[in-house]
């Protein structure tokens, strides 16, 4: 078991950055891909950014591929996504996921542990 808590929401204007922090306990972190997540209001959950176990390979979405950094820190596991150049449409709630699975995609269903999520909001 994983438990996630995310943290580093908040209200900013366009072309702003934000941090946001996902803290684990439990089972080991680094054995773990760890994933973003974002839900803006009437859609789905989509995919934004993943990084390995390791921190050597992360993904993303190429809605957010150069302004985004996914990290991590398994010392303190913790995983990071560094937002830059943020615009209105990053408005979303954020979750951090879990994945115990050795090959991972963008589908949220290969994500065994969620976190409670923290808004994102990007005025204009």
């Known amino acids: 078991q994983v438990q996630l808590v995310e943290s580093g929401g908040g209200l900013v204007q366009a072309g702003g950055s934000l941090r946001l922090s996902c803290a684990a306990s439990?089972?080991?972190?680094?054995?773990?891909?760890m994933g973003w997540f974002r839900q803006a209001p009437g859609k789905e959950r989509e995919f934004v950014a993943r990084i390995s176990w390791s921190g050597g390979s992360t993904y993303y979405a190429d809605s957010v591929k150069g302004r985004f950094t996914i990290s991590r820190d398994n010392a303190k596991n913790t995983v990071y996504l560094q937002m830059n150049s943020l615009k209105p449409e990053d408005t979303a709630v954020y979750y951090c996921?879990?994945?115990?699975?050795?090959?991972?995609?963008?589908?949220?269903?290969?994500?065994?542990?969620w976190g409670q999520g923290t808004q994102v909001t990007v005025s204009s």
């Open positions: 996921a879990a994945s115990a699975r050795m090959i991972v995609t963008v589908s949220e269903y290969e994500y065994d542990y």
């Open positions: 439990g089972r080991t972190f680094s054995y773990y891909v």
